[in-house]
């Protein structure tokens, strides 16, 4: 059996449809269902059993979890811009670590989700090399949770034998209920329901004009394909980048979407909030090349095909992912 922690998130609900795909519903999902909407991620998909966070910690610590191969570890607050630094680190590095001890302890396979964030303002580059960790300097308490997990997995040999993943800007169905931390795509189909119109962030700096800010975009049923690539490839231990290995500016991601939906584009700039420009990152883009070393062969779509299928298959609709739905 398999168990996903943050099972109906984006990653995680779309990790339990690709595993339906492939002929699997032999899955332990954990979650922290409370009042939200996240059950809708998770209505028609297949699984053996469901726990919420609390009772998974509890059994963690008690040892009571027969029968797991594998856990993949994506449950985590992922709000970067959360202010409570003593709940990220009990939630996001915490519970990490109490997963990776049970799993160390027992020879489970364990994959766990890091975060581009941790690399901060990309001075340091996107080199998923272990040697270069400790040099980064993560802007916010969200990312600086997720780096010190990694550097515990470091330092304490954990990366032998488990995985972490460097997921960059992951977007797709199944992120109705994150809020304000939903993708820009989402943001955008709603404002052009609305008004007919997509605003912007102004450039904070000199080096971009507005709106040609980048990031390395990734659909999440590329996402899931290769974090399923790593449960059938254990030797493939240690941080990896998950990406698409191309910057994309957030023009080229709103002209896609104008473009999904048969319209010309229209864009307004606004003023960037004092309080991210500090922390915000103009230039993202995942370096692929230990992804490529360790045998990974999948690649990301197209940006313009990964936003068509999202806006015309689930946005205009509403709808979520399903086992029957194509890859």
């Not at 009990?90 to 670590?97: A, E, K, P, Q, V």
């Not at 302890?105 to 901060?120: D, E, K, M």
Request: hydrophobic share 40%.
């Amino acid at each position: 059996m398999i168990a996903i922690t943050g099972a109906a998130g984006l990653i995680g609900s779309a990790l339990v449809w690709h595993c339906n795909r492939q002929g699997r519903s032999d899955l332990l999902l954990v979650d922290a269902l409370g009042r939200s909407d996240k059950f809708r991620n998770l209505a028609g998909l297949d699984f053996s059993d469901y726990l919420e966070r609390e009772e998974w910690e509890s059994r963690l610590e008690s040892g009571a979890l027969p029968g797991l191969e594998a856990v993949v570890h994506l449950g985590a607050c992922s709000n970067t811009t959360e202010r409570d630094g003593s709940w990220l680190m009990r939630n996001n590095f915490g519970s990490s670590r109490l997963a990776a001890g049970y799993c160390l302890a027992r020879g489970i396979r364990l994959i766990y989700a890091s975060s581009a964030a941790t690399y901060g303002d990309g001075r340091q580059g996107y080199d998923d090399a272990l040697e270069g960790m400790a040099r980064l300097r993560p802007l916010n308490k969200y990312a600086f949770s997720k780096h010190a997990f990694d550097l515990w997995a470091w330092r304490s040999g954990a990366l032998a034998t488990i995985t972490g993943l460097k997921y960059f800007n992951v977007f797709g169905p199944n992120e109705y209920h994150k809020g304000d931390m939903r993708s820009l795509v989402v943001k955008a189909w709603e404002q052009i329901q609305a008004d007919g119109c997509v605003r912007l962030f102004q450039s904070n700096t000199p080096a971009y004009a507005d709106g040609e800010q980048q990031r390395d975009f990734l659909y999440v049923k590329d996402a899931v394909a290769m974090t399923a690539w790593f449960l059938e490839h254990p030797e493939a231990a240690g941080i990896y980048n998950l990406g698409s290995g191309t910057a994309r500016s957030w023009n080229d991601l709103v002209g896609a979407i104008f473009a999904a939906l048969g319209r010309p584009a229209r864009i307004e700039y606004i003023p960037m909030p004092a309080s991210l420009q500090a922390a915000y990152q103009n230039h993202t883009c995942a370096e692929l090349g230990r992804l490529r070393r360790a045998g990974c062969g999948i690649a990301a779509r197209p940006l313009e095909a990964a936003v068509e299928d999202y806006v015309r298959n689930y946005l205009a609709p509403g709808a979520w992912l399903q086992p029957s739905d194509p890859g």
